[in-house]
């Protein structure tokens, strides 16, 4: 493959800063010159091309390094993290694993083959043409996990087109698109990866102010959880530029609190998917929902409400399920949009959409009402099944308050009237200690 450019790119920059863990400071040349070891290390440990190696690991020097040899030594590279735990043993073997590389806290890498072949005639046909691969498994939120398949090639050649360069806090972790994303975008452009070893609100903002970073991608989850601790009043953020939110849905309540805290950072609404890359986006200003996606290599439409996307960087398919695009190419994202002008406004999943009696409620429209009730620390909200009207809409709500369920009931529909039309106004609701999310810190609502 093409992988030149950016290793050169890296060279030039030499001695400035690529990579901060730790507390060291390792400049370009350092990681280049770990790429360098682990091409050596591959061909010692007999770790032919094409070979299918799963990358176990964080923001370390090390894994950082060991991706960019093995993108180079075109691999096809299944990053797994802690988040995959649970699953990791199907995921080794849907991805059809031959090597496992894992790292540990301190950086220190374990090798372990399996005596296993590849079969899967996508993965068979990458290998065939040369070409690197990356194998990114879903958060399995609605069903279960599924196993996409990128040709590394493709993925890579938006980032050819240099762009800002700046200090960022590695949020997304690496099995995620954003995460492979947020590292690309760093070392094509010169600039600088943060790495943190918890996801605390109180360790981000520690690690914002110790290394003066610029831009934090994160989830609309943990800027919720952000809020809520008021970390950000025990810190010196005046660094920060930018911060970027996808994943989710983006409550109006939590974004204008957000823009309220931080009104000269500017807040910039993501739009990616594993089957596809991270399309480039701009908000209509900081504190509005209403975004434009697409950008070169990428096309979108508006099927019946729902956004379709058609893009040159997209997985070659499924390793588990059946082609989810149509004949020419479009994927169906399940995401339901108003439109206005060239600007949209993601509603949330089809999936996720209660059915009241025929009238359709989205979650996030009512958890941003209710996060904005006195004593409200967070709310998950979903369907129940209902005998009369096929659904109701149901509310996890974790208080602040001591409360009776009855009294905050009561108070919840007083609150809501006039904001919400009445069929969604929440039927059930559990009061709770927390809310749970994932390692990739998505709001939970499955969990009724």
Not at 211 to 223: A, D, N, R
Not at 421 to 434: G, H, M, R, T
């Amino acid at each position: 493959m093409s992988f030149d450019w950016l290793l050169d790119r890296m060279r030039a920059w030499g001695d400035e800063p690529a990579v901060i863990w730790q507390d060291q400071v390792l400049s370009n040349g350092q990681i280049l010159a770990g790429v360098s070891g682990w091409k050596n290390r591959l061909d010692a440990l007999g770790i032919r091309r094409g070979q299918v190696v799963a990358l176990e690991g964080d923001y370390s020097p090390r894994a950082i390094s060991l991706l960019l040899a093995l993108v180079d030594h075109d691999a096809i590279v299944v990053p797994l993290t802690t988040s995959a735990q649970a699953h990791r043993a199907e995921f080794i073997d849907t991805a059809e694993v031959e090597v496992s590389i894992s790292f540990d806290a301190s950086d220190q890498f374990q090798v372990i083959r399996r005596d296993t072949s590849v079969r899967n005639p996508l993965t068979r046909r990458l290998i065939e043409s040369g070409h690197p691969g990356l194998v990114l498994f879903s958060s399995g939120s609605t069903g279960k996990s599924k196993a996409a398949l990128h040709d590394f090639t493709a993925l890579l050649e938006k980032f050819k087109a240099s762009r800002h360069r700046m200090r960022i806090l590695a949020f997304l972790l690496l099995d995620h698109i954003g995460g492979i994303n947020t590292l690309l975008y760093t070392l094509s452009n010169g600039g600088t990866i943060v790495s943190v070893q918890s996801r605390d609100p109180e360790l981000i903002c520690q690690a914002i102010e110790r290394y003066k970073v610029e831009c934090l991608p994160t989830s609309p989850t943990f800027l919720n959880l952000l809020l809520l601790s008021e970390a950000y009043r025990r810190y010196d953020l005046a660094s920060l530029e930018l911060i970027t939110y996808g994943t989710e849905v983006m409550p109006r309540s939590t974004l204008s609190r957000l823009h309220d805290v931080f009104p000269s950072v500017r807040l910039l609404q993501t739009y990616g998917l594993s089957e596809l890359g991270i399309l480039r986006s701009k908000s209509k200003d900081s504190n509005s929902l209403w975004v434009k996606v697409g950008g070169e290599g990428f096309e979108t439409k508006i099927v019946d409400n729902v956004l379709w996307v058609r893009a040159q960087s997209a997985m070659l398919g499924y390793l588990n399920a059946p082609s989810p695009f149509d004949s020419e190419g479009w994927f169906n994202t399940e995401d339901v949009v108003e439109v206005d002008g060239d600007y949209i406004r993601i509603l949330g999943r089809r999936s996720e959409m209660i059915n009241v009696g025929g009238q359709k409620v989205y979650p996030a429209e009512v958890e941003s009402v209710l996060q904005l009730m006195e004593g409200v620390e967070d709310v998950a909200v979903s369907g129940e099944p209902n005998p009369i009207t096929g659904q109701m809409v149901t509310a996890r709500v974790a208080m602040t308050t001591g409360e009776s369920l009855k009294d905050f009931r009561n108070r919840m529909r007083a609150f809501c009237k006039g904001k919400l039309a009445s069929y969604k106004i929440p039927q059930k609701v559990l009061l709770v200690d927390k809310l749970s999310y994932g390692e990739r810190f998505k709001k939970m609502r499955s969990e009724f």
